[in-house]
């Protein structure tokens, strides 16, 4: 299998569509994100591509466009009550995802939305709800697993121990926020990125904080 991912771009009214969404990712990791998508998708025969951590959508509107383009669907996991930077009081927090009724984030309502405006809802599968749980009840293969959910150490490890397992193996394994230096970010998706090199995963591309790997061969 070559290392290289396919030079594929969205197309220009799913990047606008990005570029307006609410959320973090910068557009360099995106498209490295899209490609990586695409990729894994054709070379596992359509499998379904991954995400833990929906947000509002901003990064699910380019992995519907590449399971659309791959003849699959996006996978999208997410409790949607916000992680823990996302909180009142923390440095990611929007008071507008708050749920006034129960006084809490809800950022389902926005993603919904925001996949609704990009003409992409066909293509995702939103699964809602804690990703241990479900990763526990999900019995199929998967052509990528996207890592971009809570940000502690508890929360990435249990990501990628709940998902890492169900990749196919031709699959593609992606971790975000990977940040080397502590001054520029947290460390936990860090660790998890380490510890997939330990366990037998290499790296395919690297943009930004965004790490893409696949398993080496046996």
């Given at each position: 299998?070559?290392?290289?991912?396919?030079?594929?771009?969205?197309r220009?009214?799913?990047?606008a569509?990005?570029?307006?969404?609410t959320g973090?990712?910068?557009?360099?990791?995106g498209?490295?994100?899209y490609?990586a998508?695409?990729?894994?998708?054709?070379r596992?025969?359509?499998?379904?591509?991954l995400?833990?951590g929906?947000?509002?959508?901003?990064?699910?509107?380019?992995?519907?466009?590449a399971?659309?383009?791959?003849?699959?669907?996006?996978?999208?996991?997410d409790?949607h009550?916000?992680?823990?930077?996302?909180?009142?009081?923390?440095?990611?927090h929007?008071?507008?995802l708050?749920?006034?009724?129960?006084g809490r984030?809800?950022?389902?309502?926005?993603?919904?939305?925001?996949?609704?405006?990009?003409?992409l809802e066909?293509?995702?599968?939103?699964?809602v709800?804690?990703?241990?749980?479900?990763?526990?009840?999900w019995?199929?293969?998967?052509?990528?697993?996207f890592?971009?959910g809570?940000?502690t150490?508890e929360h990435?490890?249990?990501?990628?121990?709940?998902?890492?397992?169900?990749?196919?193996?031709?699959g593609l394994?992606v971790v975000?926020?990977v940040?080397?230096?502590?001054s520029?970010?947290g460390?936990?998706?860090?660790r998890?990125?380490?510890?997939?090199?330990?366990?037998?995963f290499?790296e395919v591309?690297?943009?930004g904080s965004?790490?893409?790997l696949?398993?080496?061969?046996?």
């Amino acid at each position: 299998m070559s290392d290289r991912l396919e030079n594929t771009r969205p197309r220009p009214e799913v990047l606008a569509a990005f570029d307006g969404a609410t959320g973090f990712m910068p557009v360099d990791e995106g498209l490295a994100l899209y490609a990586a998508a695409v990729t894994a998708a054709h070379r596992t025969g359509g499998l379904p591509v991954l995400e833990i951590g929906t947000y509002c959508g901003r990064s699910a509107i380019l992995l519907a466009a590449a399971a659309r383009e791959a003849g699959t669907v996006a996978l999208t996991v997410d409790h949607h009550r916000g992680s823990e930077e996302q909180q009142p009081g923390w440095e990611y927090h929007d008071p507008t995802l708050v749920d006034p009724e129960v006084g809490r984030m809800d950022t389902l309502p926005r993603f919904r939305r925001t996949l609704h405006a990009a003409g992409l809802e066909e293509h995702v599968v939103a699964l809602v709800g804690r990703s241990p749980q479900i990763a526990a009840l999900w019995g199929g293969r998967l052509a990528l697993v996207f890592i971009d959910g809570g940000h502690t150490d508890e929360h990435a490890t249990a990501d990628y121990e709940g998902w890492a397992p169900h990749l196919a193996p031709e699959g593609l394994l992606v971790v975000h926020d990977v940040f080397p230096d502590p001054s520029d970010g947290g460390q936990a998706p860090y660790r998890v990125y380490l510890r997939a090199l330990d366990e037998g995963f290499e790296e395919v591309s690297v943009t930004g904080s965004l790490r893409v790997l696949r398993r080496r061969a046996a």
